[in-house]
């Protein structure tokens, strides 16, 4: 069964500043990747998704993230946090095809400082 | 755009009671599925649903909960006898093949 760890529970950057959020994931074939960010009370937006191809992925708000297989990694990543990024970050794997089943990581929550 | 609609967007019942949430897609789906996130915790998938019969369940899904397509557009998650730990967020995903993985808006689920 896959499985997805985010290591880091509460990440604070200052406005302005780059950010890495970590995800490393379990699968035995090649995985399907995604971030999500759920704002409180609200629903999870998709930032981006990875299924095959270059391994750097971009996605909306300006957010990127990289899937490194050796690692078994898919870090998320921002050059310049803005204060609306404030939000909690979720990471997913799924198995692919005609199967949407995912499994989420715990999350990470980000505090942007002014 | 989300490519489901859920309502209600906020239900509160009491413990005990049976709740039934909607989940209304845009064109004509396939697959369904149901996923909860309790308040604070990570988003866990509850059950699939394909061809009218689930494909899959995760052990969350216990007797109380069922899903259904009664009118073969709208999806239905029904908790039988509510408890208080199923207070939670519940989101429908239904893509329509392709790559769809976007969540619909969500139920929050208050049980008091």
């Known amino acids: 069964a896959q499985s997805v760890t985010q290591p880091d529970i509460h990440i604070t950057v200052s406005e302005g500043a780059s950010l890495e959020l970590r995800c490393n994931y379990s699968y035995g074939a090649t995985p399907y990747l995604f971030w999500y960010v759920q704002s409180p009370g609200q629903g999870l937006q998709l930032l981006l998704k990875y299924f095959s191809g270059d391994t750097l992925v971009q996605g909306i708000k300006g957010f990127e993230a990289e899937f490194k297989r050796s690692q078994s990694s898919f870090n998320l990543r921002k050059p310049s946090v803005h204060w609306s990024d404030a939000a909690e970050y979720f990471c997913?794997?799924?198995?692919?095809?005609?199967?949407?089943?995912?499994?989420f990581g715990k999350g990470t929550l980000l505090t942007v400082n002014p | 755009e989300p490519e489901v609609t859920q309502t209600p967007s906020h239900q509160v019942t009491q413990m005990g009671q049976e709740v039934i949430l909607r989940c209304v897609p845009i064109?004509?789906?396939?697959?369904f599925y149901w996923y909860r996130q309790i308040l604070g915790q990570k988003v866990e998938f509850l059950v699939s649903f394909y061809n009218n019969e689930i494909s899959e369940k995760s052990e969350i899904f216990d007797d109380q909960f069922s899903v259904e397509r009664p009118d073969g557009s709208n999806f239905t998650l029904k908790i039988r006898s509510t408890k208080l730990e199923d207070s939670a967020m519940y989101f429908c995903?239904?893509?329509?093949?392709?790559?769809?993985?976007?969540f619909g808006s969500g139920t929050r689920l208050t049980v008091v």
């Open positions: 997913a794997v799924g198995v692919g095809g005609s199967n949407y089943k995912l499994t």
């Open positions: 064109s004509n789906h396939l697959y």
């Open positions: 995903l239904s893509p329509k093949g392709g790559r769809g993985y976007t």
